[in-house]
């Protein structure tokens, strides 16, 4: 890198002016680059908020294309589908993921048939229908690895079939993503696309959305044992290794914002398609400050999708996707 020195050289001039300013940016947020994660529910003609997630909603199928129809017209690029499984569902197992009527696979054949253009993530975690919150089944106390590849394979499939794009397994288990890929190959969903949440931290910045799906009351201990120890960061690159090689399409780092330097290492590292998952906590810190007219709400909306991108993630999966549409829209 050549340097210039002062005064020949003042790096102020670049910023003189708007024009000068865009002529000089090196990174961009389009709406190309945006996810947005949706909750659905049970029941008819409902909708209510996320109480740790100022203007996130939970709606009932027969809501569904009108509350996703505004993310269409903007032409966001995918939704991340989320259920909220009421608890008399709930099981041991999680046996309910394997239902091809279950909530998931209802609400992607109603978003298959409104929006045939809109891609859909498909979660893959037995969470939302385990009795004890967890991402595996638990044998004494502990979240066993293989018995649980075994059933979130099944449900991965299950979730393809149903006409999920895009498979995003968040469990941590090891091996899934072979096991996965495989199963898919074998029932013909050969194009159904894998984005693995290859480094997953066991953090704090989930709790809100374990509020959104009522997994968060029910969860017995914590996710140490599978996800990852905040204070790693060469794993990171493992987990994603072993991932890629089993045939992931595409990997994730989640959380986001904290994470940063993940998403940078794991982008120069491998340069294959990085997404970033900026979570329920970073969005009820933003709306919180927000809320309180301590920060500006578009500019740091703005400004905190824009770092993932310097950070080097191709896209975001975020719950202000769609004002960020219609602010990039706007322009
Ligand atoms: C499920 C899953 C979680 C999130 C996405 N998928 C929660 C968890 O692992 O406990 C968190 C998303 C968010 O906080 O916005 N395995």
């Given at each position: 890198?050549?340097?210039?020195?002062?005064?020949?050289?003042?790096?102020?001039?670049?910023?003189?002016?708007?024009?000068?300013?865009?002529?000089?940016?090196?990174?961009?947020?389009?709406?190309?680059?945006?996810?947005?994660?949706?909750?659905?529910?049970?029941?008819?003609?409902?909708?209510?908020?996320?109480?740790?997630?100022?203007?996130?909603?939970?709606?009932?199928?027969?809501?569904?294309?009108?509350?996703?129809?505004?993310?269409?017209?903007?032409?966001?690029?995918?939704?991340?589908?989320?259920?909220?499984?009421?608890?008399?569902?709930?099981?041991?197992?999680?046996?309910?993921?394997?239902?091809?009527?279950?909530?998931?696979?209802?609400?992607?054949?109603?978003?298959?048939?409104?929006?045939?253009?809109?891609?859909?993530?498909?979660?893959?975690?037995?969470?939302?229908?385990?009795?004890?919150?967890?991402?595996?089944?638990?044998?004494?106390?502990?979240?066993?690895?293989?018995?649980?590849?075994?059933?979130?394979?099944?449900?991965?499939?299950?979730?393809?079939?149903?006409?999920?794009?895009?498979?995003?397994?968040?469990?941590?288990?090891?091996?899934?993503?072979?096991?996965?890929?495989?199963?898919?190959?074998?029932?013909?969903?050969?194009?159904?696309?894998?984005?693995?949440?290859?480094?997953?931290?066991?953090?704090?910045?989930?709790?809100?959305?374990?509020?959104?799906?009522?997994?968060?009351?029910?969860?017995?201990?914590?996710?140490?044992?599978?996800?990852m120890?905040?204070?790693n960061s060469d794993e990171a690159?493992r987990e994603?290794?072993?991932?890629?090689?089993?045939?992931?399409?595409?990997?994730?780092?989640?959380?986001?914002?904290?994470?940063?330097?993940?998403?940078?290492?794991?982008?120069?590292?491998?340069?294959?398609?990085?997404?970033?998952?900026?979570?329920?906590?970073?969005?009820?810190?933003?709306?919180?400050?927000?809320?309180?007219?301590?920060?500006?709400?578009?500019?740091?909306?703005?400004?905190?999708?824009?770092?993932?991108?310097?950070?080097?993630?191709?896209?975001?999966?975020?719950?202000?996707?769609?004002?960020?549409?219609?602010?990039?829209?706007?322009?």
């Amino acid at each position: 890198m050549t340097v210039g020195r002062f005064p020949l050289t003042r790096l102020r001039r670049n910023r003189f002016d708007r024009s000068t300013r865009r002529l000089v940016g090196e990174n961009v947020l389009t709406t190309d680059d945006l996810i947005w994660p949706i909750f659905v529910m049970e029941g008819t003609n409902n909708v209510t908020e996320v109480e740790s997630m100022p203007g996130v909603k939970r709606v009932t199928l027969d809501r569904l294309a009108a509350h996703v129809e505004p993310a269409a017209k903007l032409d966001i690029p995918a939704l991340a589908i989320f259920p909220v499984t009421p608890s008399e569902v709930r099981d041991e197992k999680g046996t309910e993921a394997l239902n091809p009527d279950n909530l998931m696979c209802r609400a992607a054949r109603v978003l298959k048939k409104e929006f045939p253009d809109m891609g859909l993530i498909g979660d893959v975690a037995l969470d939302p229908y385990t009795s004890h919150g967890h991402d595996g089944i638990i044998r004494d106390g502990y979240v066993v690895n293989d018995e649980s590849v075994a059933i979130l394979t099944r449900q991965a499939t299950n979730q393809a079939a149903a006409g999920i794009d895009i498979i995003a397994p968040s469990d941590m288990m090891d091996g899934r993503i072979e096991t996965m890929r495989r199963d898919l190959d074998e029932n013909g969903l050969v194009n159904t696309r894998i984005m693995s949440y290859a480094a997953k931290y066991a953090s704090a910045f989930y709790g809100p959305f374990r509020d959104a799906l009522g997994s968060g009351g029910l969860l017995k201990g914590d996710k140490k044992t599978y996800q990852m120890d905040p204070a790693n960061s060469d794993e990171a690159l493992r987990e994603v290794e072993s991932d890629l090689l089993e045939g992931a399409d595409m990997v994730m780092v989640k959380p986001g914002m904290p994470y940063l330097d993940i998403i940078w290492r794991v982008r120069e590292t491998f340069a294959v398609p990085t997404f970033a998952y900026q979570v329920s906590g970073e969005y009820a810190m933003l709306m919180a400050a927000i809320r309180n007219g301590w920060l500006d709400h578009e500019r740091a909306v703005m400004e905190s999708l824009l770092a993932f991108k310097r950070a080097g993630a191709n896209g975001i999966l975020t719950y202000f996707a769609v004002e960020a549409a219609e602010r990039l829209r706007k322009g």
